[in-house]
């Protein structure tokens, strides 16, 4: 049934496949994003376990003994015992003695036992509450991975999805300059037979569709190894209907994602907000050594019930406890003096991380500027290999250059439409890489 659904949804999905539906695939399946979702799940059940610290510890527990034979077994031997009338002055010298025959003294051949135990912690050198700000700020840090992942994903997504694009543009260009070597080797073919070329000419023709088969085929198999990658990434099974649909590729060029030179725009950064966090455990962890070494008070009640030598009671009582770890105050200042040392370094790294964010928002700045310039070159040389061509093909139907040239023309027109296309698409890839080094993730 689950397999019939994923072929069902498949089929439609395959049909036409936008940037945004592309995204919203990747969100909903990627196994990446799946793991890190039940990472995410797995840090709020730590934190929701270390909540439970801050209420009573409860135990309970009893015991049950029957033993072989009893454990105490005395004899109180024979012996006159004196008679007392009354008065005191005559037990050191009585006068009268009552016998008694000894006797046997067997005790405690079973125990019957219940209690229950509740303490809470009163003061425990900040411990509980520290713990549980560690283990939240390592749910937010899950989190933060979480949505790393998915910016990951997503930004993959946009990369695969422009550079499909782009082999699929020269896929066209090459069907398109398919048919006018076909055509033109006719023509060459027909002049040829009527005496009017050299065969050379028409065997330059036939290399040149055979030089074009050859990029066919490693273009081919190139599209669909990127569109395999990019099914994968959306929780898809590969199928070869797969339609991208982008509209025209030149209106995709904007300048939509323009942002402000903002020099706290790396703070956005999820790397950023981990390594705060980074820091404040390492904070947490010096309290939490600091706590060990403060004096534990605690406070708790216990309630029991006994049945021993066939006698029954119950009885509760409560309790306070402190514990004042003396011993560890020597050892306790060095691991301090090592926990200042590991917040120094975690602030060193927050420092570090933050100049290499600020490096890549520059580098994503400028790399977008070039490509902007790349599309308006790329742009001239279509329209000038474009009047290249018209006039080499004037030319060369007037009979003033040969095959050569007209072949050489054609390339130079393929490779500038080639060139334009690759542009369009590295620039959307950009657009795509600013907003990310800025911490923008369109979902």
């Given at each position: 049934m689950?397999?019939l659904?994923?072929?069902?949804?498949?089929?439609?999905?395959?049909?036409?496949?936008?940037?945004?539906?592309?995204k919203?695939?990747?969100?909903?399946?990627?196994?990446?994003?799946?793991?890190?979702?039940?990472?995410?799940?797995?840090?709020?059940?730590?934190?929701?376990?270390?909540?439970?610290?801050?209420?009573?510890?409860?135990?309970?527990?009893?015991?049950?003994?029957?033993?072989?034979?009893?454990?105490?077994?005395?004899?109180?031997?024979e012996?006159?015992?004196?008679?007392?009338?009354?008065?005191?002055?005559?037990?050191?010298?009585?006068?009268?003695?009552?016998?008694?025959?000894?006797?046997?003294?067997?005790?405690?051949?079973?125990?019957?036992?219940?209690?229950?135990?509740?303490?809470?912690?009163?003061?425990?050198?900040?411990?509980?509450?520290?713990?549980?700000?560690?283990?939240?700020?390592?749910?937010?840090?899950?989190?933060?991975?979480?949505?790393?992942?998915?910016?990951?994903?997503?930004?993959?997504?946009?990369?695969?999805?422009?550079?499909?694009?782009?082999?699929?543009?020269?896929?066209?260009?090459?069907?398109?300059?398919?048919?006018?070597?076909k055509?033109?080797?006719?023509?060459?073919?027909?002049?040829?037979e009527?005496?009017?070329?050299?065969?050379?000419?028409?065997?330059?023709?036939?290399?040149?569709?055979?030089?074009?088969?050859?990029?066919?085929?490693?273009?081919?198999?190139?599209?669909?190894?990127?569109?395999?990658?990019?099914?994968?990434?959306?929780?898809?099974?590969?199928?070869?209907?797969?339609?991208?649909?982008?509209?025209?590729?030149?209106?995709?060029?904007?300048?939509?994602?323009?942002?402000?030179?903002?020099?706290?725009?790396?703070?956005?950064?999820?790397?950023?907000?981990?390594?705060?966090?980074?820091?404040e455990?390492?904070?947490?962890?010096?309290?939490?050594?600091?706590?060990?070494?403060?004096?534990?008070?605690?406070?708790?009640?216990?309630?029991?019930?006994?049945?021993?030598?066939?006698?029954?009671?119950?009885?509760?009582?409560?309790?306070?406890t402190?514990?004042?770890?003396?011993?560890?105050?020597?050892?306790?200042?060095?691991?301090?003096?090592?926990?200042n040392?590991?917040?120094?370094?975690?602030?060193?790294?927050?420092?570090?991380?933050?100049?290499?964010?600020?490096?890549?928002?520059?580098?994503?700045?400028n790399?977008?500027?070039?490509?902007?310039?790349?599309?308006s070159?790329?742009?001239?040389?279509?329209?000038?290999?474009?009047?290249?061509?018209?006039i080499?093909?004037?030319?060369?139907?007037?009979?003033?250059?040969?095959?050569?040239?007209?072949?050489?023309?054609?390339?130079?027109?393929?490779e500038?439409?080639?060139?334009?296309?690759?542009?369009?698409?590295?620039?959307?890839?950009?657009?795509?890489?600013?907003?990310?080094?800025?911490?923008?993730?369109?979902?």
């Amino acid at each position: 049934m689950i397999m019939l659904l994923v072929s069902f949804a498949t089929a439609i999905y395959a049909q036409n496949l936008s940037l945004d539906t592309c995204k919203q695939l990747a969100l909903e399946n990627n196994k990446k994003i799946k793991s890190a979702e039940l990472k995410y799940s797995e840090s709020k059940q730590v934190r929701k376990d270390a909540f439970t610290n801050y209420f009573p510890d409860v135990s309970a527990g009893a015991l049950a003994m029957k033993a072989h034979d009893y454990l105490i077994k005395e004899k109180i031997p024979e012996a006159n015992l004196p008679v007392y009338d009354g008065n005191p002055a005559n037990l050191l010298t009585p006068n009268e003695f009552a016998y008694f025959p000894g006797m046997d003294l067997n005790l405690l051949d079973y125990v019957n036992m219940g209690y229950v135990t509740a303490v809470q912690p009163v003061f425990a050198g900040g411990r509980i509450i520290n713990a549980y700000k560690m283990v939240k700020q390592g749910e937010e840090i899950m989190e933060n991975k979480l949505t790393l992942t998915k910016e990951e994903v997503v930004y993959n997504i946009e990369q695969n999805y422009w550079t499909l694009i782009s082999l699929k543009e020269k896929m066209k260009t090459i069907k398109s300059y398919d048919t006018l070597l076909k055509n033109l080797h006719d023509d060459v073919e027909v002049a040829y037979e009527n005496g009017l070329t050299e065969k050379s000419d028409l065997l330059k023709v036939e290399l040149k569709i055979n030089e074009l088969k050859g990029k066919k085929l490693k273009l081919g198999n190139a599209i669909e190894m990127l569109s395999r990658m990019m099914c994968n990434s959306m929780g898809l099974g590969y199928n070869e209907s797969i339609n991208i649909q982008y509209g025209n590729l030149v209106s995709q060029i904007n300048n939509n994602s323009i942002f402000s030179a903002d020099s706290s725009a790396y703070m956005n950064r999820q790397e950023y907000i981990m390594l705060n966090r980074l820091v404040e455990i390492a904070t947490l962890q010096k309290r939490m050594e600091v706590g060990e070494n403060l004096p534990q008070i605690s406070v708790g009640v216990m309630g029991y019930y006994a049945d021993i030598i066939d006698k029954k009671n119950s009885n509760y009582l409560g309790f306070a406890t402190l514990n004042i770890p003396i011993s560890d105050w020597w050892g306790g200042s060095h691991q301090i003096k090592e926990h200042n040392i590991k917040i120094e370094i975690a602030k060193n790294e927050l420092s570090d991380k933050s100049d290499m964010l600020k490096l890549q928002i520059r580098n994503a700045d400028n790399e977008l500027k070039e490509s902007e310039k790349q599309i308006s070159i790329a742009e001239s040389s279509v329209l000038q290999a474009k009047e290249n061509l018209k006039i080499t093909e004037d030319n060369y139907k007037a009979g003033i250059l040969n095959t050569s040239d007209l072949l050489e023309a054609q390339a130079i027109m393929q490779e500038a439409q080639d060139n334009l296309s690759d542009a369009i698409c590295i620039y959307k890839i950009k657009q795509a890489a600013r907003k990310k080094s800025r911490g923008i993730i369109n979902y």
